[in-house]
């Protein structure tokens, strides 16, 4: 295109027309790849670990201290982990693989707004009575859940698992699940004020489906190939 018709043309015209562009474009290719990679399975796999890192945030800092971008970051993480699925076309990447993404992360969604909601909230509000059961079952389910995150975001680096857990996922489930039956039942024997017992039931509900969603996850996480696709592309 950058010949004129009307003249003849040189063998120099044509080899410094062809060299021009293809030059560009090797450049533009090594700058891309070498100094500023912009991979999608990349991209996806630094949304899954951040937003494994904020609901490990959630866990671990009470509700007053948490940065007040936490809740911008969680609304616009599945958004951008699903653009850059969307534009995934890497060849090894098995068919049905982006959709086992999606509802990977939408699982990871809904468990870090239970986590938001509930993580922090319902010990203040327990009856002298239940606090020290009550600190005693929140506790062993948010540290097995904060093994499943660090479980998880080993899963996305390829990398090695944590060291095992005393207890897995849902036998903490279980746990947790019995002390909000008798909860519920010693409330009912002493009368607790409905407004009351309607709250801190509640949030012990959203606890425990916050873990129930990470066991979700961990069984989602477990199906994916990632192996054959999370790495980089050859030049």
């Not at 295109?1 to 062809?18: C, D, E, H, K, W």
Request: charged share 20%.
């Amino acid at each position: 295109m950058g010949l004129n018709a009307q003249r003849p043309v040189t063998f120099q015209s044509i080899v410094g027309v062809y060299f021009g562009i293809v030059v560009g474009l090797i450049l533009s290719a090594l700058v891309q790849r070498l100094l500023w990679p912009v991979l999608p399975q990349w991209e996806i796999r630094d949304r899954v670990l951040e937003l494994l890192r904020l609901c490990r945030t959630i866990l671990q800092v009470p509700p007053d201290q948490r940065p007040a971008w936490l809740h911008q970051r969680l609304a616009l993480i599945p958004v951008e982990a699903s653009n850059w699925i969307t534009v995934m076309n890497k060849p090894d990447c098995p068919p049905d693989e982006p959709e086992r993404l999606r509802a990977y992360i939408q699982t990871l969604r809904r468990a870090a707004g239970h986590l938001l909601v509930s993580a922090g909230q319902l010990l203040p509000l327990l009856p002298d009575q239940q606090a020290e059961k009550g600190r005693d079952a929140l506790r062993a389910l948010r540290e097995v859940m904060k093994f499943e995150l660090d479980s998880q975001s080993s899963r996305f680096q390829l990398g090695g698992t944590p060291p095992p857990s005393s207890k897995t996922l849902a036998e903490a489930l279980e746990e947790m699940q019995r002390w909000v039956e008798n909860l519920r039942l010693w409330i009912l024997e002493n009368h607790v004020p409905v407004e009351d017992s309607i709250r801190i039931l509640g949030l012990a509900d959203r606890f425990a489906m916050a873990g129930g969603e990470l066991l979700t996850a961990s069984k989602q996480a477990a199906a994916l190939r990632l192996r054959l696709y999370i790495g980089d592309y050859v030049i």
